[in-house]
């Protein structure tokens, strides 16, 4: 898991100003049942890039 989580934390590092990086990391605290934090992420994304779908879409 920790591995995982390295990446996404270095792609965001790279690109923060990517929405699908924060998309991703969501997706990932998601599936390890890590809610709020991936509640964060998604609103982030959407922060960035208001009229993505999917991250409305996984917010929900």
């Known amino acids: 898991?920790?591995?995982?989580?390295?990446?996404?934390?270095k792609a965001i590092e790279f690109e923060p100003d990517s929405p699908s990086n924060y998309l991703?990391?969501?997706?990932?605290?998601?599936?390890h049942n890590q809610w709020l934090?991936?509640?964060d992420d998604f609103n982030r994304a959407l922060?960035?890039?208001p009229s993505d779908a999917i991250?409305?879409?996984n917010r929900g």
């Open 24 to 31: 991703n990391r969501g997706i990932f605290y998601y599936l």
């Open 55 to 57: 991250a409305y879409c």
């Open 1 to 9: 898991m920790e591995l995982g989580l390295e990446k996404l934390e």
């Open 47 to 49: 922060e960035i890039n």
């Open 37 to 39: 934090l991936a509640l």
